[in-house]
T-cell receptor, first 113, second 115 residues
Framework: DVKVTQSSRYLVKRTGEKVFLECVQD?????MFWYRQDPGLGLRLIYF???????EKGDIPEGYSVSREKKERFSLILESASTNQTSMYLC????????????FGDGTRLSIL | GNSVTQMEGPVTLSEEAFLTINCTYT??????LFWYVQYPGEGLQLLLK?????DKGSNKGFEATYRKETTSFHLEKGSVQVSDSAVYFC??????????????FGQGTTLQVKP
């Protein structure tokens, strides 16, 4: 079975801090994704990566950056955390083949105080 | 562009009732279609999928048929259980070489099943 592991289930940080969310997948998938999930807004794509060191902006990249130095790991970075970034963050991965399902981690519930 | 529209929730049913969650899509070509389920406090899990017109995906008593003529992929279950209470997401595969592997998700429909 595919395993996508997010480093923290719950995280509390302060406004202005630099925050790192880590995601690791064990199936050699080319694609990795970061979403945020908010009530009433569904899933919104922040960034995705289709190869090491490659990244593309999603629908809401402002205030975020990403890093993919190794194929199995995709990091989401909040450069200067703000309260409106309090949310559930979900990581996913899949093969870079059309029609492939994405496999999700359990999510990180991030609170910015 | 491609999009997915789901019926708004929450949907509240009694145990053993019949479930339908509507999903319609707009897309060029022939996308693959998916249903995901999210239990409280967890990530999304793939529930079922269909890759071409008239395909029926099924899993855990849930079914959905890819209907190209009505651009729909409605989720059904004959008899729901309390344990089916969750958020259900419909999704389609985006197209284009730069989008390979990307999915477009509906807003999600919350299902609550009461004993």
């Amino acid at each position: 079975d595919v395993k996508v592991t997010q480093s923290s289930r719950y995280l509390v940080k302060r406004t202005g801090e630099k925050v790192f969310l880590e995601c690791v997948q064990d199936m050699d998938h080319e694609n990795m994704f970061w979403y945020r999930q908010d009530p009433g807004l569904g899933l919104r794509l922040i960034y995705f990566s289709y190869d090491v060191k490659m990244k593309e902006k999603g629908d809401i990249p402002e205030g975020y950056s990403v890093s993919r130095e190794k194929k199995e790991r995709f990091s989401l970075i909040l450069e200067s955390a703000s309260t409106n970034q309090t949310s559930m963050y979900l990581c996913a991965s899949n093969r870079r083949i059309e029609g492939q399902p994405q496999h999700f981690g359990d999510g990180t519930r991030l609170s910015i105080l | 562009g491609n999009s997915v529209t789901q019926m708004e929730g929450p949907v509240t049913l009694s145990e053993e009732a019949f479930l339908t969650i509507n999903c319609t899509y707009t897309a060029t070509g022939y996308p693959s279609l998916f249903w995901y389920v999210q239990y409280p406090g967890e990530g999304l899990q793939l529930l079922l999928k269909a890759t071409k017109a008239d395909d029926k995906g099924s899993n855990k008593g849930f079914e959905a048929t890819y209907r190209k003529e009505t651009t729909s992929f409605h989720l059904e279950k004959g008899s729901v259980q309390v344990s089916d209470s969750a958020v259900y997401f419909c999704a389609l595969s985006d197209r284009g070489s730069s989008n390979t592997g990307k999915l477009i998700f509906g807003q999600g429909t919350t299902l609550q099943v009461k004993p």
